[in-house]
């Protein structure tokens, strides 16, 4: 399905024929032929259908419990195979290799299961055996039928690596049904699923049929996991299910939220990835596929507004600079006038970061700099009583109610008080009223 | 050397050698993932060192094993790494993250290979999944005498000391630092606590487990990589309580496994007459699946069989009890004796009553007297014992748990069958001039002899 036919002229020709903008347009308008708008279509249908039914694998935290299953279709596929064989019928019919792969997906399912349920071994090791039992036997299958027949097999090896080529018309109608079916279901047991997945406990003594929403979600990650084969291949598969709602996570704290996230990123990681992979040659369409779910992950995780590592740093940093700020200020307070090298000295913090600070309190007026000291203004003077009082008020509060030794008090105190609540302050206001002040100080 | 000794030692010990080692450098380490329920980290870097590998192929230009080695070595480490980043940032849970960490670089992988296949290079992602086991070759001396000569040893495959030396290395850390793995994995916060940093220890066997996964899966592929992680230890651990007993028979389940997965895979097939065999490394994984079958069935401690035989003795016990129990409150009530008929309505006609009844009958504990049954001086004293129990939990739940006395009994009849002599002592201590339960039936004394036949 390539358009062009590039041979490199050495291995460290890493040159690539890049496409013209004409074919970039046509390629995402799906006016780039029959075959390729198939497989456009049905990756991004699968990558709408994985994106919602992984959501739940992933709150459910049956992550791998999908990688678990998938890895467990390959002796299905291969045993279906056989059995064809034996019985002459077309071994590569698709659907027939599909209900091999469904049925040995569900047993392994249900081994993780019988596993956890009657021995002392933990849900991750039972997943492991599974895995790589089921795949261990599918890989003996695989060399009996390559021992058996020479040249015949070679379909069954892309369904351990995918091959979106081979996607037909048919394989569009199932994936958009899959989608649908996915749709309304998450729709039609929005309740039930998003009680199942944030409280099951709860769910299960509500009277809630928990076993069955389980099975219910489970039957849709084996339906998702076997249509996902063909596309982009059994190991693959679990990173439709899981990059999608992992990314979506991290732009909300609602399920619909994330639920409509998670399809929308898994429907453009199938359409991005198979245009891609039309347009460059030499370019797996699975793989770029899961690339581009894995590169829309790395944006989520740096850029993502309250979750994203960006935004944590950037906290952090703003919580930082208060603190250092209200340091320098109540130290001031306390100790008069002073300069930058005496702040560092009273452990308010390093030269280069306090000067700074101190400039910027300049510039809003709480500080002013004569003979290179540096002592509060009026308006410095009442913001540094404030938090002084702040202070004073944890202090208490920690000693009487918290049983902190009085020795041990001021240095919890400093580090607490930056995060004091207007609400706090006032009930601390009402405990503390009557009580004298602590420390020595007033 | 006949020649079938000399094809064994050139074609099938080579293979057999690099399986053993890598399964034991895996079997023995997996013990301590498997206990930190880190079993999937494995998995995770055996797939992640895909792209590490192509990378330092292209780089090179060349299949130096020592620039992939190092090249894997560096993609495993980083999995750790990034693992741990997106669990600490992401808020995902240590599964979810390793899913992702891991397709994303496979996928990475994929797509590398496929640039690396396109010019005409041999690297072929299926012997990343299933190894190259069949391919280790050794020409050894056709004579035995010259067999043990320097010039001999120097031709063994690189896979065989590439896996034995990593093979070593995980049975020297794990004897050397046993007592503080064993310390970091059940308690890592007495281990801090004991001036051991834990994180080290974390450290170093996640190296080692990323090492020995780089090591051996260029033999051996990755699938028996992350069945030999986790099988072994697995099925050791459903053997035995104690680690030390785990950590060995891990090894020796190991060598087994990958043995007997060799034969099966290699020679099998020609016994039953095929002419090509099947997939080493494959077999080798069904075959520790297969062990592992086995020992969730028939362990002697943890088994399933064991489990349900303990269960069902327990079951005809209590039914023993039950009827005995029953027995002595007819005797208490009048001189009547039930007769089979009446005993079974009371305590219902289930398989572990009626062998709960014989079992008494064959104790001598009742015997059958015309249509009724009558409890023996013998069963007369066990049913003192039962009852004896059974009103001294009664006593002490009225008096200490608060419940009312008529209540007391449905609990009571699940208490008096757990209850052994030191129990009992100490519930009659609780209360040494009490004769009578709440009902005001007699209990029993300790030393009881029967007054009537």
């Known amino acids: ?442 | 050397m006949t020649p079938n000794t000399h094809q064994f030692l050139s074609i099938d010990l080579p293979p057999i050698l690099t399986a053993v080692f890598a399964s034991l450098a895996c079997g023995v380490l997996g013990n301590f993932l498997v206990l930190r329920r880190l079993s999937l980290m494995g998995d995770a870097i055996s797939h992640s060192v895909l792209p590490g590998l192509v990378i330092a192929f292209l780089l090179t230009g060349s299949r130096s094993p020592s620039a992939m080695f190092i090249g894997a070595a560096i993609a495993g480490v980083l999995t750790v790494a990034v693992v741990e980043l997106i669990r600490r940032f992401g808020r995902l849970e240590t599964g979810a993250a390793m899913g992702v960490t891991f397709s994303i670089f496979f996928a990475l992988g994929v797509l590398l290979l496929e640039q690396a296949a396109a010019r005409q290079v041999d690297l072929d992602p299926d012997c990343v999944l299933h190894g190259m086991l069949e391919t280790i070759f050794w020409f050894p001396p056709a004579q035995w005498d010259s067999f043990f000569s320097s010039a001999t040893l120097a031709q063994t495959p690189r896979q065989v000391i590439v896996t034995g030396s990593m093979a070593l290395a995980a049975i020297l850390f794990v004897t050397i630092f046993f007592k503080e793995l064993r310390l970091a994995t059940f308690d890592p916060a007495l281990a801090t606590a004991l001036g051991m940093n834990a994180s080290v220890i974390h450290y170093a066997l996640m190296i080692l487990v990323a090492a020995s996964t780089v090591a051996a899966f260029e033999a051996v592929g990755s699938i028996l990589v992350i069945a030999m992680l986790i099988c072994p230890a697995a099925t050791a651990r459903l053997l035995t309580d104690r680690l030390r007993t785990q950590v060995i028979l891990s090894a020796v389940i190991s060598i087994a496994t990958a043995t007997l997965g060799y034969s099966l895979g290699a020679f099998a097939p020609i016994w039953t007459g095929h002419h090509s065999s099947l997939s080493a490394t494959g077999m080798m994984t069904a075959v520790a699946g297969g062990l592992f079958t086995l020992a969730v069935i028939f362990s002697p401690t943890h088994g399933v069989l064991a489990k349900q035989a303990r269960r069902i003795r327990l079951a005809i016990s209590i039914a023993r009890e039950d009827a005995l129990g029953l027995l002595y409150r007819f005797e208490e009530l009048g001189p009547r004796r039930p007769t089979h008929a009446e005993l079974a309505e009371t305590l219902g006609r289930s398989i572990p009553i009626r062998l709960g009844l014989r079992t008494a009958l064959r104790k001598g504990e009742i015997i059958r007297d015309g249509p009724s049954i009558k409890l023996t001086d013998l069963g007369r004293r066990a049913a003192a014992s039962v009852i004896r129990s059974h009103r001294l939990w009664e006593t002490y739940l009225v008096k200490h748990a608060g419940l009312r006395p008529d209540h007391v009994h449905e609990t009571a009849m699940r208490l008096e069958h757990i209850a052994t002599d030191s129990v009992r002592d100490e519930l009659a201590e609780n209360e040494p001039e009490t004769r009578t339960d709440p009902q005001g039936k007699p209990i029993p004394p300790t030393n009881y002899r029967s007054q009537s036949g």
């Open chain 1, 1 to 442: 399905m390539s358009p062009h036919a590039h041979h490199p002229a050495s291995i460290t020709d890493v040159s690539a024929a890049w496409p013209t903008m004409e074919e970039l347009a046509r390629a995402l308008t799906l006016q780039a032929g029959f075959n390729p708008t198939v497989v456009t279509l049905g990756t991004t249908l699968l990558g709408v259908a994985a994106g919602i039914v992984g959501v739940f694998a992933v709150l459910r935290k049956r992550a791998l419990m999908c990688d678990a299953l998938s890895h467990a279709t390959l002796p299905g596929i291969c045993l279906a195979f056989l059995i064809a064989g034996v019985f002459g019928w077309e071994g590569r019919s698709l659907g027939l290799l599909l209900t091999g792969a469904a049925a040995s997906a569900i047993l392994g399912v249900l081994a993780v299961h019988a596993i956890k349920a009657s021995t002392r071994l933990t849900e991750d090791a039972a997943i492991g055996i599974v895995l790589s039992v089921f795949f261990g036997v599918g890989v003996v299958l695989l060399s009996l039928i390559q021992s058996l027949e020479s040249g015949n097999q070679g379909g069954l090896k892309s369904f351990i690596y995918g091959q979106t080529a081979a996607m037909h018309a048919s394989d569009v109608a199932f994936m958009a049904a899959l989608a649908l079916v996915a749709a309304c279901l998450a729709a039609l047991f929005l309740k039930e699923l998003s009680l199942v997945c944030f409280d099951d406990t709860f769910a299960r003594v509500s009277g809630w049929p928990v076993t069955w929403i389980d099975l219910l979600t489970m039957a849709m990650i084996v339906l998702v996991t076997v249509a996902g084969l063909q596309a982009v291949g059994l190991i693959l598969v679990i990173a439709l299910l899981i990059i999608p709602p992992a990314a979506a996570r991290l732009w909300s704290d609602r399920l619909t939220t994330t639920l409509l996230a998670s399809a929308f990123i898994g429907g453009a990681s199938g359409y991005l990835g198979s245009v891609a992979s039309y347009l460059l040659p030499r370019l797996p369409a699975g793989s770029v596929i899961v690339l581009v779910a894995g590169a829309v992950f790395l944006v989520s995780l740096l850029f993502a507004p309250r979750r994203g590592v960006i935004a944590g740093v950037m906290r952090r940093a703003a919580l930082n600079l208060r603190v250092t700020r209200d340091h320098a200020v109540r130290t001031l307070l306390e100790q008069g006038p002073l300069t930058t090298a005496d702040l560092t000295r009273f452990g308010v913090g390093s030269r280069l970061w306090v000067a700074p600070i101190m400039w910027a309190l300049a510039r809003r007026g709480d500080t002013a700099r004569s003979q290179r000291r540096w002592s509060l203004t009026d308006r410095g003077r009442r913001d540094a009583a404030r938090l002084e009082r702040n202070h004073r008020l944890w202090e208490q509060y920690l000693m009487q109610h918290a049983d902190v030794a009085a020795s041990h008090v001021d240095w919890s105190a400093d580090a607490v008080e930056h995060v004091l609540s207007p609400q706090l302050i006032a009930e601390l206001e009402r405990t503390l009223a009557s009580s004298t002040p602590s420390a020595g100080r007033k």
